[in-house]
């Protein structure tokens, strides 16, 4: 077999052993649940032996552990995640169908700027070293990955929604039965809130990974060719430096994935974040499972995704493979 | 990142520490211990002097105001949402609480439940990390997949997951979030103790019958606290962030408590009436995860050695 596919394989094996891991920890933890789903769904009528009985059995609970989880895991690979313990126990992909696609926009959103600005930003950086721009980015950068992002988030709308300027909505309540496109106010200080959190992590990298690449040698070799000066930072500089940085962008897509939750839940955004935060504070399992069992699967995904691209772009992990 | 490497992969982490350096001190009996000479390095730098002091500043606010405060936490002083007085400083919360005294209590489960936090998942990273690093094969191979596991559970959501279960208790909170900190604190003292074994001095450990466990603890354990110590100081700012976010959805502290990350979210339906109420908490909960990070950074920048020769940033 040839060693890149054979690398590839491994890689693409690791990823699907976490998956497997990831929904065992999940469904395992189901299992620490002080009684069971069928008490949590009749409450004070669990008293009631019979109903309890015929319950546990629609639910499969009398049966053994092992055939539970993969019975529940071959529902959950056939789109089916059960129906929601509160209110009209509506199936939970119906109900969750309208958040994933709102909190996929507004991530979309958010990596879609934030990714061209801290490369723009990381490229700048290291360009003029020890600059003035240099200095207070770092100072910018540092002060932003310090704060919580729901801070920034708050600080945001202090600015800019209430107690400075009353420019923008404070409460981002998007109606799902109208068209997304015509609500987009709404989405712009949860998306700006996401840009800040993310632009430090991303431009700090690619200032690194451009300041190495700018001292090696084919880049003096460009400059001795006598290239003008951006071009040797676009064309030879830049596609390298950003080369370690996918991984870094990777991660930080699947970060808003699971940083969403306090950003929407404090603009009201009505995604998975807030969809976690109500099922968590209802108790709704399956709702719960099915939302914890996505984010940690889109991080798998991507950082499998970052590192099958970083693997086929990069020529010496490429060629130098024996 | 990729989840197999060794890199560090944790976006909080400064870049200057991603490349782990083979440790040039030689573990003579007396020297100077390796972390006590970073924490020296550390203090001539202007960010960490700065991180240290704001740092000491809000810890004695937090652990001392609470002598200072002029009522009781969960008093009611007037009508909710009063603006700023001579009475009350910073005006009254939704209840009517006095939002000064409240911030004078909320501090101190903010400091205690992170660094509670941060010292469980130093204990069980840094365990996990020097038995992998140093058995290396199959153990290795294991501990680093089921470290990969945990990683792909977001902090927050992790403590969800179980908050759900068994709700809001906080030695759960903090043992979840000590958790979720694991595979990052234990791929550093992995890193860092592969590369140790090796050195002669361990080997000659080794050689001679030294008990594993003796050589984990006492030999290498001393020569890898730099690092360490770094990442304890990252991984509390961390810890602060991520206990913050959870009060603030309602899954930490729970009311009549004052609490930093809680007072924003119980008062900020009112942010453009009585905005001080949401204003006080945010800027305290900011300017204790900036401190920590000043000095983190510090201590980075320190362990590199970047500023020993120009002694500049």
């Not at chain 2, 001190?25 to 002097?49: C, F, M, Y």
């Not at chain 2, 043992?175 to 074994?197: E, F, K, Q, W």
Request: a positive charge.
């Amino acid at each position: 077999m040839p060693p890149l596919l054979k690398l590839l394989l491994i890689r693409l094996g690791l990823g699907l052993l976490t998956l497997f891991l990831v929904s065992v920890v999940v469904f395992a933890a189901t299992q620490a649940l002080p009684g069971d789903a069928a008490k949590a769904i009749l409450g004070k009528d669990s008293a009631d032996k019979v109903r309890y009985e015929a319950l546990r059995k629609e639910l499969g609970l009398d049966k053994p552990m092992l055939s539970q989880y993969t019975g529940w895991l071959g529902d959950v690979l056939k789109g089916n995640l059960g129906n929601s313990l509160v209110g009209g126990q509506a199936k939970v992909t119906e109900l969750l169908k309208q958040r994933v696609i709102n909190s996929f926009v507004l991530v979309s959103l958010a990596a879609l700027f934030s990714i061209p600005i801290s490369i723009v930003i990381g490229a700048f950086s290291a360009v003029y070293r020890d600059s003035k721009f240099d200095n207070g980015m770092n100072i910018f950068n540092l002060t932003l990955v310090s704060l919580p992002e729901f801070v920034i988030g708050i600080i945001l709308v202090l600015l800019f929604a209430t107690a400075v300027f009353q420019w923008l909505p404070s409460v981002s309540n998007v109606d799902s039965r109208a068209p997304l496109s015509g609500q987009m106010d709404l989405f712009i200080l949860p998306v700006v809130t996401l840009i800040l959190a993310v632009i430090p992590y991303v431009s700090r990298m690619l200032r690194a990974s451009t300041i190495e690449v700018l001292e090696s040698e084919y880049v003096m070799m460009a400059r001795l060719k006598g290239l003008k000066e951006s071009r040797v930072l676009w064309h030879h500089a830049l596609p390298n430096a950003i080369i370690p940085t996918i991984q870094v962008i990777a991660i930080n897509i699947a970060w808003l994935a699971g940083g969403i939750v306090t950003v929407e839940y404090l603009f009201g955004f009505p995604g998975i974040g807030t969809g976690l935060v109500d099922a968590v504070a209802n108790r709704d399992m399956p709702v719960v499972q099915a939302l914890v069992l996505l984010i940690a699967a889109v991080y798998v995904l991507l950082n499998l995704i970052a590192d099958i691209l970083t693997i086929l772009i990069s020529p010496r992990l490429r060629t130098g493979l024996r | 990142m990729s989840q197999s490497s060794d890199a560090g992969l944790d976006p909080l982490q400064p870049l200057e520490t991603l490349e782990l350096e083979p440790l040039q001190t030689l573990p003579i009996g007396k020297q100077r211990p390796e972390w006590l000479q970073t924490v020296l390095d550390a203090w001539s730098l202007r960010r960490t002097k700065i991180g240290l002091v704001l740092f000491l500043v809000l810890l004695v606010v937090a652990v001392f105001g609470r002598f200072w405060a002029p009522y009781s936490p969960t008093e009611f002083v007037g009508p909710p949402f009063s603006l700023p007085t001579a009475e009350y400083w910073l005006g009254t919360d939704f209840l009517g609480r006095d939002v000064y005294t409240r911030v004078l209590y909320g501090g101190l489960s903010v400091f205690v439940l992170g660094i509670a936090a941060t010292v469980i998942g130093m204990v069980l990273g840094v365990s996990l990390g020097l038995i992998s690093g140093y058995a290396r094969r199959w153990v290795d191979e294991s501990i680093m997949r089921m470290l990969d596991v945990v990683l792909a559970f977001p902090s927050v959501v992790l403590a969800m997951l179980f908050v759900s279960i068994l709700g809001p208790r906080l030695w759960l909170i903090v043992l979840m979030v000590g958790i979720s900190h694991m595979p990052r604190i234990a791929r550093v003292t992995r890193a860092a103790t592969v590369d140790l074994a090796q050195r002669d001095f361990v080997r000659a450990a080794t050689a001679v019958g030294v008990p594993r466990r003796r050589i984990l603890f006492r030999e290498v354990l001393p020569n890898i606290s730099s690092p360490l110590l770094v990442e304890f100081g990252l991984r509390l700012t961390y810890s602060i962030i991520m206990i913050a976010a959870l009060s603030f959805l309602g899954f930490g502290m729970q009311p009549p408590s004052a609490d930093w990350g809680l007072m924003i979210n119980e008062n900020r339906i009112a942010i453009t009436v009585q905005p001080w109420a949401v204003i006080s908490p945010v800027i305290l909960i900011a300017a204790l995860t900036i401190s920590t990070n000043l000095m983190a950074d510090g201590l980075a920048r320190a362990m590199m050695g970047i500023d020993r020769t120009t002694g500049t940033t």
